[in-house]
């Protein structure tokens, strides 16, 4: 296989405190949810002018939320594949500025095709992001912090959110701005606001991981010497009070399509199989709410498209603070009973809260209360089920196993939910809206399950000790603290002591 090399990149990243560094790292990724979340709202809140403006009905509104998705799974799986190949850094640069170009061309759409157009290829943007950010959250975060950092970075999403519906108001109010320019004047304004997150981007390095694994050792040691410098100008580093863990890996080529599919479906089937039930289920509950939101205030309790904004910041608030308050928690109590716990209470909630409106007992205002509780544990939940699939591969395939959970999950349970409950609510049953919650719930208690039965008690342990890396050599009978074993770096699916070891300082 070639030649080897020795290194303790993985280990000197995992003992660093968190600092500075780490939190440019976040905000600069998570800058994109935040533009994300701010896309999808005016989607969903300006919905009913932009059918308006373009003579559009709920069915084909839907369909346009489902281009979006489909542009989603496409770039999920074009740019994942090259994230794997050719770094973190350069592709989620490209993928930013596909949103950027995209998102501006959607305020200039003139018709239901051109607007189905834009829609895919905004999605393909967003869809990119998908696997080169979580990656790179995941690499350069310290194993102590990652389960609680990439779950709040996900969940950024919503301060868009709250961020679109904020900027609604204002679009769609006649004394600023006319309807006919309001909506699109929002959705130029979101894409010029991708050049900060280009420009901010720049600042964040290559991963040492990744470059580690493509057999650049020499270029992983001399970016992890500068971090921890940057770290020492305003803090020490944690006492090494024993060697740090050395791991070898062979120099290899690039991962074959054979070898990806191997991993999956080989390798590592019962993670495979809890990926796709976790990435499916999120995606069904999120899509077919989110996307018709604006759609049942407006149908179903006469609340007027210009106020739709104000009920939405209290949902944002919801997704947001589920990650930030639970997060911590799937770092201590553990992967296994926090994912099932979030996924579990999200289905009941959703089914009780389905069942009430059928039966005309909410409010519009009772309506937003009971989706904002509901969705504090299904954040939570969705942006563990990304952490999951990025945790439980090899580092050769992060990326692309991200992908590739999310348009196979997509696919499955979210694609065509936009447009199933478009037409469930343009025939106006509750009791046909109330069917599709009850199966959104039905899906996520489901969910739950399989997390107790599947999962992987990852928390807190290094990315080798979760997986090992295609990559790593074998070095049978290696003591502790040397170079690890691949069998003995990759955790059991289903026999890993719940207690990781614990990292130097």
């Not at 500075?20 to 005016?42: M, N, P």
């Not at 074998?474 to 040397?482: K, Y």
Request: aromatic residues 10%; positive net charge.
């Amino acid at each position: 296989m070639g030649e080897t090399f020795e290194t303790d990149v993985s280990a000197r990243l995992d003992r660093l405190p968190f600092a500075r560094f780490h939190w440019l790292v976040a905000s600069a990724l998570g800058i994109t949810w935040i533009l994300d979340g701010l896309e999808v709202t005016l989607v969903g809140i300006l919905a009913p002018t932009i059918a308006g403006g373009l003579g559009l009905t709920p069915t084909q509104l839907g369909l346009t939320g489902s281009a979006y998705i489909l542009g989603a799974v496409a770039g999920a799986l074009i740019f994942g594949r090259l994230t794997d190949r050719f770094g973190r850094r350069r592709l989620f640069i490209v993928t930013v500025a596909v949103y950027l170009v995209a998102t501006i061309l959607t305020g200039l759409s003139w018709d239901f095709w051109s607007l189905l157009l834009f829609r895919f290829l905004t999605g393909a943007g967003i869809g990119g992001e998908y696997g080169a950010i979580n990656s790179a959250i995941q690499e350069l975060i310290p194993a102590r912090r990652r389960g609680y950092t990439d779950l709040v970075i996900n969940s950024s999403f919503w301060i868009g959110a709250a961020a679109g519906a904020l900027g609604s108001i204002l679009v769609l109010d006649p004394a600023v701005v006319s309807q006919a320019w309001g909506w699109r004047l929002a959705f130029v304004i979101g894409g010029l606001l991708a050049l900060v997150v280009i420009f901010v981007r720049r600042l964040i390095p290559e991963s040492p991981r990744w470059l580690v694994v493509h057999g650049r050792p020499k270029e992983a040691e001399a970016i992890v010497r500068d971090i921890e410098r940057r770290i020492e100008q305003r803090r020490a580093l944690p006492a090494q009070l024993r060697p740090l863990p050395r791991l070898r890996f062979w120099k290899r080529n690039r991962v074959s399509w054979a070898e990806v599919a191997r991993t999956h479906l080989r390798l590592h089937p019962r993670r495979t199989a809890l990926g796709l039930i976790l990435m499916a289920t999120q995606a069904f509950c999120y899509n077919a709410i989110f996307f018709t939101y604006a759609l049942i205030l407006t149908r179903f309790y006469g609340v007027a498209p210009q106020h739709v904004g104000w009920f939405i910041l209290p949902f944002a608030l919801g997704n947001v603070l589920g990650p930030l308050l639970l997060g911590r928690l799937f770092d201590s109590v553990g992967r296994k009973p926090m994912i099932s716990l979030t996924y579990g209470m999200a289905g009941v909630l959703l089914c009780l809260t389905g069942w009430m409106f059928a039966q005309g007992l909410l409010s519009a205002e009772g309506q937003t209360l009971a989706w904002t509780f509901i969705f504090f544990f299904a954040s939570a939940a969705a942006s563990a089920a990304y952490l999951t699939v990025g945790e439980l591969f090899p580092l050769e395939t992060r990326a692309i196993s991200i992908s590739l959970f999310y348009a196979f999950g997509t696919l499955l349970g979210g694609a065509g939910a936009p447009a199933l409950f478009g037409l469930l609510i343009e025939s106006g049953s509750r009791e046909q809206i109330f069917a599709g919650y009850l199966l959104g719930g039905g899906l996520m208690v489901a969910a739950a399950v399989a997390e107790l039965v599947l999962g992987v008690p990852a928390e807190r342990a290094p990315l080798e000790e979760v997986t090992a890396p295609l990559s790593l050599a074998e070095e049978p009978g290696s003591p502790r603290g040397g170079a690890v074993s691949r069998r003995a770096a990759t955790v059991a699916d289903s026999a890993r002591p719940s207690a990781a070891p614990s990292l130097p300082g």
